[in-house]
């Protein structure tokens, strides 16, 4: 096996190597190894650092409590699976790859967001009646490759912000229920024209390689939705007595 460097960034050539560790600056997402010769992919140096140094600490924890006064037998070899990062997967050809979902990769799977709905639908909003709106609370189930493996990605909505286009915001966890159990609306109080609201749907998610363990996704997860836009209006009343007049009164 041969490695070459090249500024932050370290690439392994040759047979399969299960356990690469390089301390590049830069971490995750900053530099990185790169397996070739296998299925490719990037390697997070982060996680490995850090799974090193659990297996470090296993492995002196037990050897420490095997020569003790009051020795148990704890046999360090199973402080090896901690040497693994938790996001290591085996792909088709039995090498070991390395998958990392970020909170970007989720918020592109996410286009669509949680939807809107908005009650009323049609092009005019009254004054005086309530603004009626509501989004989906289910938990989406997604999926990629990454370095040649299926990934699945559950993602749940946590909180939601309306911005209702008259320069006001509403922040809540309530998704928001359909006429007559609403229980999210707005009140307008100017009139205006081609008025949108706009939903921010925050997320959290986990991802599952096959075949590898379920991982939470780091950092802020959010999504966009607009509405068709709309225009405000009130209702007006005039007195008359034309109809007096045409029946002569």
Request: hydrophobic letters at 30%; a negative charge.
């Amino acid at each position: 096996m041969n490695a070459y460097s090249a500024q932050e960034s370290v690439t392994v050539t040759g047979g399969t190597s299960h356990e690469v560790y390089s301390y590049v600056s830069g971490g995750s997402g900053g530099g990185g190894v790169t397996v070739e010769g296998g299925t490719g992919g990037v390697f997070d140096e982060r996680a490995a650092f850090m799974a090193s140094l659990s297996y470090a600490m296993c492995f002196g924890m037990r050897m420490g409590v095997n020569v003790g006064m009051r020795a148990v037998v704890l046999d360090p070899d199973e402080c090896a699976t901690d040497a693994a990062a938790a996001t290591t997967a085996q792909a088709a050809d039995g090498t070991t790859v390395v998958i990392t979902i970020s909170s970007t990769d989720v918020s592109t799977l996410l286009a669509e967001g949680s939807g809107i709905t908005r009650q009323p639908p049609g092009p005019e909003v009254l004054l005086t009646k309530d603004f009626i709106v509501y989004t989906s609370p289910d938990t989406q189930v997604l999926t990629t490759t990454v370095a040649g493996t299926e990934v699945t990605i559950h993602a749940t909505p946590t909180s939601y912000t309306w911005n209702w286009g008259d320069g006001t915001t509403t922040t809540t966890t309530d998704p928001g229920a359909a006429w007559p159990n609403q229980t999210l609306t707005h009140r307008y109080t100017a009139t205006a024209t081609d008025v949108t609201t706009t939903l921010t749907t925050t997320w959290k998610a986990t991802y599952t390689p096959n075949g590898g363990t379920t991982t939470p996704v780091v950092g802020t997860i959010t999504t966009t939705n607009t509405t068709t836009p709309y225009n405000i209006v009130r209702t007006l009343t005039y007195l008359t007595d034309q109809a007096e007049t045409q029946k002569r009164h």
